[in-house]
């Protein structure tokens, strides 16, 4: 699976919108773009995913650049429950996608 | 539905021993996944079980083996433990070996002392 970089840590204030980074400038056509995130002493829970278009969810809303050389995680209204790695991953489609490289992520704290 | 289950939730054992970890995927779930995070670390991917079969593995070392029984759930071993294996282990199931999404259990933390 191609890299991923990501800030290692980041700040929000409680209620306020979040917008965490990733750049994937290796990224290959058929790859797509996954995030989990990982509570504290928890297993990595599965937030989103895309491959060209932004997406929405219950949970948050990923917004892919045209180029997709880069993506970016919103939370809109961050909650203390947001606080956790947040792990952006590029996943090939079809055989050999079987497995998860996770780097170090983002560490996003939540500020009361 | 229950989630993804694993036993025990902590362990502690010496070097040289041999630990069975033990992992029960979501019902109807078919593949599983093993991963080690060791401390400050991103999960490493281990090994996946798909119908029984391995599917995959990492860059471990032959010490770590897996097996995954008739009912789908796993089991991980690994012998002649050294401090460098103490981590967290995480499994993770999916409903086919290539789905988009994989669930996670809460992790075994194992640590070798």
């Known amino acids: 699976d191609a890299k991923t970089t990501q800030p290692n840590s980041m700040e929000s204030n409680e209620e306020e919108p979040v917008h965490l980074p990733c750049n994937h400038s290796?990224?290959?056509?058929?790859?797509?773009i996954h995030w989990y995130r990982q509570l504290p002493s928890q297993g990595p829970e599965y937030v989103i995913h895309?491959?060209?278009s932004n997406v929405n969810n219950r949970m948050a809303s990923l917004a892919i650049a045209e180029d997709r050389k880069s993506s970016t995680l919103i939370l809109h209204r961050a909650t203390l429950r947001d606080a956790a790695v947040y792990y952006c991953?590029?996943?090939?489609?079809?055989?050999?996608?079987?497995?998860?490289?996770f780097g170090k992520g983002t560490k996003l704290s939540v500020i009361p | 539905d229950a989630g993804v289950t694993q036993s025990p939730t902590h362990l502690i054992k010496t070097r040289g021993q041999h630990v069975t970890l033990r992992c029960s995927p979501i019902?109807?779930?078919?593949?599983v996944s093993w991963y080690q995070q060791v401390l400050g670390q991103g999960p490493q991917f281990i090994f996946q079980?798909?119908?029984?079969?391995?599917?995959g593995r990492g860059n471990f070392p032959d010490r770590f083996s897996a097996r995954q029984f008739p009912n789908y759930s796993s089991e991980l071993n690994v012998n002649a433990l050294l401090l460098g294996d103490s981590a967290l282990y995480l499994c993770?199931?999916?409903?086919?070996?290539?789905?988009?999404?994989?669930?996670f259990g809460p992790g075994t933390r194992l640590l070798v002392l």
């Open positions: 993770a199931s999916s409903l086919f070996q290539y789905q988009e999404t994989q669930y």
């Open positions: 290796t990224i290959s056509g058929t790859d797509y």
């Open positions: 895309g491959l060209t």
């Open positions: 991953i590029l996943r090939a489609s079809g055989a050999g996608s079987y497995q998860l490289t």
């Open positions: 019902s109807g779930h078919k593949s």
């Open positions: 079980y798909y119908e029984k079969e391995e599917r």
